[in-house]
């Protein structure tokens, strides 16, 4: 079964500490990661619409959303069975609450 991760915070709060230690025990326990970055996948995705990440909140309230809903729809596709998907994501969006915190369930 899949396990997801998402670890949200604002800059400089360890974010980054937390993960690279995570990597390191899930690396000696054998365990398979896949680590993404939320916003670098909302800025594939975004391609075309804006030229660097900060313009993406200055984006409406709905393009947001849509992005949010495509960037999951591609962390999930990255994600591979039996293993941990590391999710790691900086929380400075205008949003008061993500419209997409995990990846969408498939049947």
């Given at each position: 079964?899949?396990?997801?991760?998402l670890?949200?915070?604002?800059?400089?709060?360890?974010?980054?500490?937390?993960?690279?230690?995570?990597?390191?025990?899930?690396?000696?326990?054998?365990?398979?990661?896949?680590?993404?970055?939320?916003?670098?996948?909302?800025?594939?995705?975004?391609?075309?619409?804006?030229?660097?990440?900060?313009?993406?909140?200055?984006?409406?309230?709905?393009?947001?959303?849509?992005?949010q809903t495509?960037?999951?729809?591609?962390?999930?596709q990255?994600?591979?069975?039996?293993?941990?998907?590391?999710?790691?994501?900086?929380n400075?969006?205008?949003?008061?609450?993500?419209?997409?915190?995990?990846?969408?369930?498939r049947?």
């Amino acid at each position: 079964m899949k396990q997801r991760v998402l670890v949200v915070g604002l800059a400089g709060v360890g974010k980054t500490a937390v993960i690279n230690e995570f990597l390191k025990m899930a690396s000696t326990e054998g365990v398979p990661v896949t680590h993404v970055n939320y916003g670098t996948v909302m800025m594939d995705v975004a391609k075309g619409m804006v030229k660097k990440r900060d313009e993406i909140r200055h984006l409406s309230t709905e393009a947001q959303k849509e992005l949010q809903t495509k960037a999951a729809e591609a962390i999930y596709q990255k994600s591979k069975p039996k293993e941990v998907l590391l999710i790691d994501n900086q929380n400075r969006s205008r949003l008061s609450a993500w419209h997409t915190i995990s990846c969408p369930k498939r049947h």
